[in-house]
């Protein structure tokens, strides 16, 4: 079974940083793209950043030059570090990640989800 473990949000003021970490547990083949979500007060999800098993990122327009996603392979773990917090980047983020599991002699692919961590920035 995988689990991802979002941590790191929190309640912060405008113009300061947090980082947020997602762990990926369980019996893991491997890990393609990896990226954060958010979800804000009756807004849709919306991607932040991804990143590729390369490293290559992709971010929103709205976080480029705020947010730096980065990943650690060996450790099966996502990062995002934002910066100039700004009170509309307040939503929940979500950890997704591309997984591949072994069952039996077959490989399975498919996404998998955190389960959120709240992301509260006051003006």
């Known amino acids: 079974q995988v689990q991802l473990l979002e941590t790191g949000g929190g309640l912060v003021q405008a113009g300061g940083s947090l980082r947020l970490s997602c762990v990926v547990f369980g019996n893991i083949f491997s890990i393609k793209d990896m990226g954060w979500y958010r979800q804000g007060p009756g807004k849709q999800r919306e991607l932040v950043a991804a990143i590729t098993s390369g490293g290559i990122t992709n971010y929103a327009d709205r976080v480029k030059g705020r947010f730096t996603i980065s990943r650690d392979n060996a450790k099966n773990t996502v990062y995002l570090q934002m910066n100039s917090l700004k009170p509309e980047d307040t939503a929940v983020y979500y950890c997704?990640?591309?997984?591949?599991?072994?069952?039996?002699?077959?490989?399975?692919?498919?996404?998998?989800w955190g389960q959120g961590t709240q992301v509260t920035v006051s003006s």
């Open positions: 997704n990640a591309g997984i591949t599991t072994a069952q039996g002699d077959l490989l399975h692919e498919m996404d998998y």
